[in-house]
């Protein structure tokens, strides 16, 4: 069978401001019409089911995480100004196979621990009361730019051993080393939509100059904390030894590590938290259970995940010809597996649509992925995401989103965010 004669979709299209607001009429669609179809427009085959995913996910031998494959040139007088994030230094962590995955995803993993982690809780909570006492008296915000990506900003710049102070420049750093990633395979027969990821040299000049800020910015404050190491990753991950006793990570190293971090961790957590209070506003009997009851904290964000995670979808790419229920993917094929898919298939989730706190599994979900590639980030965004809904809901239990504004969304490929999220409260 050709990809012609594979069924397809129609209406299934992630970049739509309508999917992106909600995709789940539209993976109930694909679930009851074609749970693995072919999708002309993402120039890929598309997975929707709970099990296709996981297996997906799990069998990184088949399903490659070599789709995403590069960045643009760097421009020839940029050079010396990018140390340690130029193309060819900076393959992504979530681009690799094994076994280069491992040695790229080991330097975060064994500074990203437990004990950290759960150390930034009262931290991340000063931040977020902080942020609330500077609008409370308002009656409305911005949750999106007035908290959420203000919050999850300055949490990582803590995390990591940052000054606060520096967080306001991860958002414009992140969306410019965005922005040089080639969103699509630069040798793969099937192409996913990239006309949304085009830029002029001049765009790309500028996104390689901040950049080039970030990477010079990033090792000055990692050589400050090589000299002074303090209770935060950075430090953390200096003091990794090999066995003779000697630092197993360069700066370099150090520093393509942590700008993963800033750019896969702050949009994200920030737009969980959105979304969780746009699901809450939505279902106001959850909202009453949980501001009744806030020891629901956590329930209420691991269903958030399921119901809204911030990944839409992940590439692959196939190594050899595979069959997933009954259709035929050849070998180098682009596989685009959806998260909403796997997190709202009925077969595993009853009545999946609903936002439902009480969910009995709802951690089953996939929001953070699975397999090797699973999030490196998920318990600080989940810790962030606690502190964040708990803050909120425990200052403003009236708080509600303004449905009434439609909700616009970035274009990243894989992870759009609310760009603003009016919200309003009853100030008596
Ligand atoms: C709600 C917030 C977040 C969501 C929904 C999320 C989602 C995901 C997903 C779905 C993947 C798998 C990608 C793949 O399989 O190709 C992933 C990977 C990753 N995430 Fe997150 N993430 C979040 C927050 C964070 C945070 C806070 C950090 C770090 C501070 C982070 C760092 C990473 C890294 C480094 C990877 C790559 C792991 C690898 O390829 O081995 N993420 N994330």
Redesign the pocket.
């Known amino acids: 069978m050709n990809k012609s004669s594979h069924p397809v979709v129609p209406d299934f299209n992630p970049f739509s401001a309508a999917y992106r607001d909600d995709p789940y009429q539209f993976v109930a669609q694909a679930h009851a019409a074609a749970p693995v179809f072919y999708d002309p427009n993402l120039g890929a085959f598309v997975l929707t089911k709970y099990d296709d995913v996981m297996e997906a996910?799990r069998d990184s031998e088949t399903f490659s995480?070599k789709a995403i494959n590069g960045w643009t040139p760097i421009p020839p007088d940029l050079y010396d100004d990018v140390p340690d994030l130029r193309p060819d230094q900076s393959t992504a962590?979530?681009t690799l196979d094994p076994p280069d995955?491992a040695a790229k995803?080991q330097p975060?993993q064994r500074a990203l621990t437990p004990k950290l982690v759960n150390a930034l809780r009262p931290k991340a909570a000063a931040i977020a009361n902080e942020l609330i006492d500077s609008f409370i008296d308002r009656g409305e915000c911005d949750l999106v730019n007035d908290f959420a990506y203000l919050y999850s900003g300055r949490t990582?710049a803590v995390f990591l051993g940052f000054p606060e102070e520096e967080a306001t420049k991860f958002r414009h750093w992140s969306l410019a080393r965005l922005n040089t990633l080639v969103a699509r395979p630069l040798d793969a027969p099937g192409e996913i939509s990239g006309q949304e990821f085009q830029f002029t040299d001049e765009q790309l000049h500028g996104f390689w100059k901040s950049v080039g800020e970030a990477n010079m910015s990033l090792r000055h404050y990692i050589l400050a904390r090589q000299k002074k190491p303090e209770e935060d990753m950075i430090s953390a991950m200096l003091a990794v030894k090999d066995e003779n006793g000697r630092a197993l990570y360069e700066v370099g190293e150090i520093v393509r590590a942590v700008f993963?971090?800033i750019a896969?961790?702050q949009e994200?957590?920030a737009n969980?938290i959105a979304n969780i209070a746009t699901l809450l506003t939505k279902e106001p009997a959850q909202q009453a259970l949980l501001t009744g009851n806030l020891s629901l904290v956590p329930k209420a964000v691991v269903e958030g995940?399921r119901r809204k995670?911030?990944?839409v979808g992940?590439v692959r790419r196939t190594t050899r010809d595979v069959e997933v229920r009954g259709v035929k993917i050849p070998k180098e094929s682009i596989v685009y597996v959806s998260?909403p898919g796997a997190n709202m298939d009925p077969d595993m989730f009853e009545d999946p649509g609903r936002y439902d706190i009480l969910r009995g599994n709802a951690g089953k979900n996939v929001?953070?992925?699975a397999g090797?590639?699973?999030?490196?980030?998920?318990s600080?965004?989940q810790l962030e995401?606690e502190v964040a809904i708990d803050a909120l809901y425990r200052r403003i239990p009236n708080l509600k989103v303004d449905l009434s504004i439609s909700r616009e969304f970035s274009t990243t490929f894989t992870a759009p965010a609310l760009k603003s999220l009016r919200a309003t409260w009853q100030t008596t």
């Open positions: 996910l995480s962590v979530m995955h995803r975060m990582i993963t971090l896969g961790g994200t957590t969980l995940l995670t911030s990944a992940i998260l929001g953070f992925g090797r590639h699973v999030c490196a980030g998920k600080l965004a995401a």
